[in-house]
């Protein structure tokens, strides 16, 4: 079971990134997935989460009308678009998958990570 992260970069404010986390070993109906950041000197916390078999989305609230997450069963792949971004909104995006269909438990697997960096 294995999942990757494309897609960060540098990005102005009010810019936009679509992040993919490619799922290998298992399919995004087996699994919820969710998006987590972790920015510098601070805790990791979650961003989004799909359970394509449960029909269930989720956001955290700062991202809510920004963030849209989404998934392909033909490809595999969970994509995390990402509009509006800030400068908060900054720091290594992981992608993980998870038993619970609101990602709360603790993830099966972790990707390597994504920088996201938005400047002002």
């Known amino acids: 079971v294995q999942v990757a992260e494309l897609g960060g970069g540098l990005v102005q404010a009010g810019g936009s990134l679509r992040l993919s986390c490619a799922a290998s070993?298992?399919?995004?109906?087996?699994?919820?997935v969710g998006w987590f950041r972790q920015a510098p000197g601070r805790a990791r916390e979650g961003v989004s989460c799909?359970?394509?078999?449960?029909?269930?989305?989720g956001y955290t609230d700062s991202v809510k009308g920004r963030f849209t997450i989404s998934a392909s069963n033909a490809l595999n792949t969970v994509y995390l678009q990402m509009d509006s971004l800030k400068p908060e909104d900054s720091g290594i995006y992981y992608c993980?998958?998870?038993?619970?269909?609101?990602?709360?438990?603790?993830?099966?697997?972790w990707g390597q990570g994504t920088q996201v960096t938005v400047s002002s």
């Open positions: 070993g298992f399919t995004v109906n087996d699994y919820a």
């Open positions: 993980g998958a998870f038993d619970l269909k609101d990602c709360s438990n603790v993830a099966k697997v």
């Open positions: 799909i359970s394509e078999k449960d029909g269930f989305t």
